[in-house]
Each structure stands twice: as structure tokens, then as C-alpha cells.
């Protein structure tokens, strides 16, 4: 549901959603017209068929299950890396960290490096997972998120509040 879709309009419709559609059979009995009506506040018209496509292999690969590898959950339609770990994460409690545009921002401005806010960059992958400090993945990758929105913005980054202004790279303290 998170995709290109921010927290808070995820938070007006989850509840409703995972009421009425607990199953991916409940998914699957669902007209498609109803299912997109659910979630229309969302955007991306492509996150019906992606949910209806991902339920259809959850029944029939998975045993209506959720996997929980990296391998099997990367096969779902829809499923990409950040969304494959961060159900690890929070489902599973593997210690795997999800990287995003805010924590590739994050680790691009406080380690000064040069492949900037791109999250597919591997040397994003491997710097977050060396950090991650064990059995706390969840807890991590919420901070992470909390911070690159709060404090650590695209624009206007918040440094004068920031806990890391002395060490970051980005901070105006370490430029001067």
C-alpha cells in the first residue's frame, strides 16, 4: 500500500481494508471494480491488479500464506526489495534492513557519499544492513523513515535540530 503513497493516507484506508479483505480469497471474491473503489484514495490504479495478481499466487503457490523469504516474497507481483524486507522485518523479525529514498537521503548526507538518494544502489542495501542493529529491524526502519521525513527532509533538512549535526557530512557545521 505504500507504494508512492505516504503513511498517513495508508492510515485512512488499512484498518478498512484489512477488515474486509483479511484473506487472499477474500481478495480474489471481490469484484474488481470494488476492490479499486477500496483503495482509489491511494492512486497507482496498477495496486488493484497488483493485490488481485499477488493473492492469486498467495492461494495457489503459498497456501494462502505469506512467505517469509526474500526469494518468495520478490515473486509476487508487486513485490519489490523495499517491500520484500520490511515484511521480513515486521512480520517475521529477520534482521534485514528496507531502504528507501529518505534512508538512501539519510545515509547519502550523514557518510558523505556519492550515489546520493538512489535506494536501488547496492552500497545503500549493505551500509543500512551493517548498521542495523540485531533483533531490532523494525524498530530501525521506523526511526529511519521517522527521521528522513522529520528531520532530515529532501528540502530544507532541519540540521540545527539534527543529533547527528556534528558528524554529517551535510550538516553546514561540517561544510564550514
Known amino acids: 500500500m505504500l507504494q508512492q503513497t505516504s503513511a498517513g493516507q495508508v492510515l485512512n484506508v488499512y484498518g478498512d481494508f484489512v477488515q474486509k479483505y483479511p484473506t487472499p480469497e477474500s481478495i480474489l471474491d471481490t ?13 497507482l490504479r ?6 488481485r495478481e499477488a493473492s492469486e499466487q498467495l492461494v495457489e ?9 526474500r526469494s518468495e516474497l520478490l515473486d509476487l507481483q508487486g513485490v519489490g526489495e523495499y517491500t520484500a524486507t520490511s515484511v521480513l522485518a515486521h512480520a517475521f523479525e529477520k534482521d534485514v534492513a528496507a531502504v528507501d529514498t529518505n534512508v538512501a537521503r539519510i545515509l547519502s548526507r550523514v557518510f558523505g557519499l556519492d550515489y546520493g538518494d538512489k535506494p536501488e544502489a547496492s552500497e545503500n542495501w ?6 542495523l542493529p540485531p533483533g531490532q529491524s523494525s524498530d530501525y526502519i521506523h526511526a ?11 528540502s530544507k533538512p532541519n540540521c540545527e535540530n539534527c543529533p547527528l549535526e556534528g558528524i554529517c557530512e551535510y550538516s553546514p557545521e561540517e561544510s564550514s
Do not use: M, W
Not at 529511519?144 to 529532501?154: Q, R, S, Y
Open 31 to 43: 469484484p474488481q471494480e470494488e476492490l479499486a473503489d477500496d483503495i482509489e484514495s491511494l492512486g
Open 46 to 51: 496498477k495496486r488493484t491488479r497488483y493485490f
Open 61 to 69: 503457490n503459498h497456501n494462502s500464506t505469506v512467505p517469509n523469504t
Open 126 to 131: 549493505e551500509l543500512a544492513e551493517d548498521l
Open 144 to 154: 529511519l523513515i521517522d527521521f528522513g521525513a522529520e528531520v532530515c527532509t529532501a
